[in-house]
């Protein structure tokens, strides 16, 4: 799944 | 990075711009859906928060930026400078049946229940149809002027292109966001009836009216 803390797309 | 993203965000980036220059240019904002496009500043503000906690990379903040004050730019213009032009009477779409769903889906299915997140979560959501304001305006003043046309057509490609990118991710990082897919799935589709006028009509010369 997306890596938490931060989303490193637009 | 990929080539689907990043054709991806120029794409997104010149529907911005485009929008912008097209209201600067011709002082008018007529037949632009003002309620879009705060919805636009919103799912910006709402996801770019982390422009002060995390750095991913100057073109990640950069472009965030970028974003941010164009979207507010964009909507000073519309209901500061350029209100005289805005078309209120054909921009009526209830955002609140929009803003209500979105809010309540964010805090039920997110991938942590903590402030950022759902904040993300909630942009990621509205911005798959904060574009229904607009088409909502389109399909009631029958036309749309072919400059903004071109902008709908690049904000609709951007997402598409983000399909791509996020299939890209999954086979060669094994990266996948359930979330960001569904709600980008949803945003594409609620384009491809005026990808099929745009590609028919606009292309061809031809004014984008309604009914087709």
């Known amino acids: 799944s997306a890596e938490l803390g931060h989303h490193d797309e637009l | ?212």
């Open chain 2, 1 to 212: 990075m990929n080539i689907f993203r990043l054709t991806g965000d120029l794409s997104h980036l010149a529907a911005i711009i485009i929008l912008l220059l097209k209201i600067w240019k011709t002082r008018s904002c007529a037949g632009i859906s003002g309620k879009s496009q705060i919805l636009f500043a919103l799912v910006f503000t709402t996801r770019y928060l982390d422009l002060f906690s995390s750095f991913i990379s100057l073109y990640n903040t950069v472009m965030k930026v970028i974003y941010i004050m164009c979207a507010y730019a964009t909507v000073y213009l519309i209901y500061g400078k350029f209100k005289a032009t805005y078309d209120g009477n054909h921009d009526t779409f209830r955002v609140e049946f929009l803003l209500i769903p979105v809010v309540l889906l964010a805090v039920l299915i997110n991938h942590a229940f903590a402030p950022m997140e759902i904040l993300w979560t909630f942009s990621i959501y509205l911005e798959s149809v904060a574009i229904l304001p607009q088409l909502f305006m389109i399909s009631k003043t029958g036309e749309a002027e072919t400059i903004t046309t071109h902008y709908l057509f690049f904000l609709g490609l951007y997402r598409t292109l983000y399909l791509f990118n996020w299939i890209w991710r999954f086979y060669f990082e094994g990266f996948f966001d359930l979330i960001a897919v569904v709600a980008g799935l949803v945003q594409t589709i609620l384009y491809c009836d005026f990808f099929y006028l745009y590609i028919t009509k606009v292309l061809k010369g031809k004014k984008l009216s309604l009914p087709a």
